[in-house]
């Protein structure tokens, strides 16, 4: 039998509860989606102030398709916008860099998307800026946030499975047609796009644990980006964890978690999860529906990781405890000696 959960986020309130006024940097597929994911969340907590792009047109198209009162030509522009309390970075993640530099040298606090950045040189570098301003930054790892992510660390902390022995993950789409999966200059890759989940997944599970050993290997393309990965990590106490992902073929797209005493199954999507199954009993979780369409699945689920930045504000805390600074930091760490091991370099890991 199915159980169906439905989740309401928590509520903070205080003299100074009023609504947490973004701005959202570039107008491309991923900004959209967030902004409908937003627009999930009650009008009082979550506003929209601002959308900025390179182009004024494509702002302003954005503007008018979400309701937002200003749009603008360029990012500086946003940085400059007084009114704007948070800004969310949807540009493509090889100006991950300067683009969140723009922002916290202007004070402005930021939800940046993964990866963080394109090295771990380059992670450092924005982590540094954020504390150096006193401004929140937190990488968009979404999937941690969803109710289902929540679930699976409170199973792990009161030892429902008891001791963790493996961890298992899959995830490959067919993106091949997508010049920023495959092209270098673009950030192609599949460890960057796709495996990255795997691994916040693996570290999430292991409590940001660095691992003892990291074994990788892969195919490349002509352009110089991993096509398909195949790593395994070793941990202490005997933890092993196993994940490929390819941007060439369609994977089981699970994960699973085995332990001593049982075992929990996150089926297909397990970046943006809406059911579990604990020792064979499935519960689902679904997440509330989309007032325009999206471009990716499940993509009303970026309101959790909205909410977190909210209730962190509202905190005066400049991380976020589910995805810190030093949580984005592993990942980069790992995403680097992945690379090394596969052959992949980008121009800013010589820069």
Partial sequence: MTRILRVSLPRVTSASDMATRWGICSAGKISHDFTVALKSLPAEDHQVVAVAARRLEDAQGFARKHSISRAYGSYEELAKDPD????????????HLSTCLLFTNAKKNVLCEKPLAMNTKQVKEILASAERNDVFLMEAVWTR???????????????????????????????????RSVQKELGGGATLDL???????????????KPECIKATGVCLETGVDETVAVTL?????????????????????????????????????????SLVVNGKETEYP????????????????????????????KGLKQSAVVSHADSLLLAELEDEIRRQVGVAYSQDCQ
């Fill in 287 to 314: 997440v509330p529906e989309p007032y325009l369409p999206l471009n990716f699945i499940n993509s009303t689920g970026m309101r959790y990781e909205a909410e977190e930045v909210r209730q962190c504000l509202l």
């Fill in 234 to 274: 070793k941990f202490s106490k005997n933890r092993l964890a196993v994940f490929t992902c390819s941007s060439n073929i369609k994977l089981s797209n699970d994960a699973i978690i085995v332990g001593t005493k049982g075992t929990i199954r996150v089926p297909d999507h397990m970046w943006c999860p809406t």
């Fill in 145 to 179: 946030f969803f109710p289902a992510s929540v679930e699976i660390r409170r199973l792990l902390a009161q030892g429902e499975v008891g001791d963790v022995r493996m961890i298992r993950l899959e995830f490959g789409f067919p993106r091949m047609h997508v010049p």
């Fill in 84 to 95: 704007v309390d948070v800004v969310y970075v949807g540009v493509i993640h090889p100006y």
């Fill in 195 to 209: 495996g990255i989940y795997c691994l916040q997944f693996i570290c999430m599970v292991c409590n940001g644990e």
